[in-house]
């Protein structure tokens, strides 16, 4: 019997929006979350069931068209998928869609996983080619759901590693230091999806004017390269330091992409310094990344927030 692979959700832990800009980034996965492909008569199913189905057929009428007009660099079996649509297949999955942690990356790993004839098989470590021939196919595959990828969510979910991402040209697997303290990578919940594309598509706004573009090259880049380096390494007091500068940019040149209701939470960890916050993807809802060095004390200062740890500091 064919062995169906579930694909995990994945945290990008820094470089939303600063990668556009050349910084570096830091991609973690995040199996508390996954999803994989099943097959039930769609009679059987429930309207999530159906939903997804429909899905699959309008990724499916994408691929062709990509298909033909040679812009999908893979060789992807249609057919088969087009069949298996027809049986009833659909993404079975628990991650929360536009909460910024990968629902559609998950879901184009796992079709490049069961329908790419020529797909480059997982391993430990696979070859900085082979990273980068995927992200590439993956960002093809993906702009379905966003208008442009990346391809950094999908290549996430497909290897199960964390990545580092030094350039254009350079992905790296990364080492997770072991971390031991009392504080605590967090994410906070703000119970509320939202869609990536108008966000990003706003930031690519915003960076027409020359002086908002040289303020996320000359400090959001700084400071998200600064933090990476210190998570990596394990040095706290550099990575709290930057995590503080880069919250207060984000609270003060990123505010649509804040959730109103979450403003004033956003303030108080700057304010009080028990934490520290920032945005999870391309914000505007969903999970926002929280950092603190006491999350004994933040549990008391969030109790009103539903909070889930990702690493303990």
Not at 72 to 101: C, K, R, W
Not at 103 to 110: E, F
Not at 194 to 201: A, H, I, S
């Amino acid at each position: 019997m064919e062995k169906i692979n579930s694909y995990c959700s994945k945290i990008l832990l820094f470089g939303e929006y600063s990668v556009i800009m050349h910084s570096m980034a830091l991609s973690i996965p995040y199996t508390l979350f996954d999803g994989k492909l099943v097959i039930k008569h769609i009679t059987d199913g429930s309207k999530g069931i159906q939903q997804s189905n429909r899905e699959l057929k309008a990724f499916s009428e994408y691929l062709k068209l990509q298909t033909q007009n040679g812009e999908l660099e893979t060789d992807f079996d249609v057919l088969s998928f087009d069949f298996d649509i027809a049986q009833g297949l659909y993404f079975q999955s628990n991650i929360p869609q536009g909460f910024g942690i990968g629902s559609s990356g998950a879901l184009t790993a796992s079709l490049y996983d069961r329908y790419v004839y020529d797909k480059i098989v997982l391993k430990e470590k696979p070859t900085n080619g082979e990273i980068l021939k995927l992200k590439k196919i993956f960002g093809q595959m993906e702009s379905h759901f966003h208008g442009s990828s990346s391809g950094v969510d999908p290549l996430s979910c497909y290897l199960r590693k964390p990545l580092l991402f030094k350039s254009k040209t350079k992905i790296e697997i990364a080492e997770i230091p072991d971390f031991s303290g009392k504080g605590a990578v967090f994410l906070l919940n703000t119970s509320r999806p939202r869609k990536t594309e108008p966000l990003v598509n706003l930031f690519l706004e915003k960076c027409r004017s020359e002086h908002f573009a040289d303020l996320c090259k000359n400090q959001l880049t700084v400071y998200t390269d600064s933090c990476i380096e210190a998570f990596l390494s394990n040095n706290r007091n550099i990575l709290f330091e930057n995590l503080e500068k880069l919250s207060i940019f984000q609270f003060e040149h990123f505010k649509p992409m804040i959730p109103t209701l979450f403003l004033k939470t956003w303030e108080h960890g700057l304010q009080s310094g028990d934490y520290k916050l920032k945005l999870c993807g391309a914000g505007g809802g969903g999970f926002i990344l929280g950092f603190t060095d006491n999350f004994e004390k933040v549990k008391n200062s969030l109790q009103n927030h539903q909070l889930r740890v990702v690493y303990r500091i």
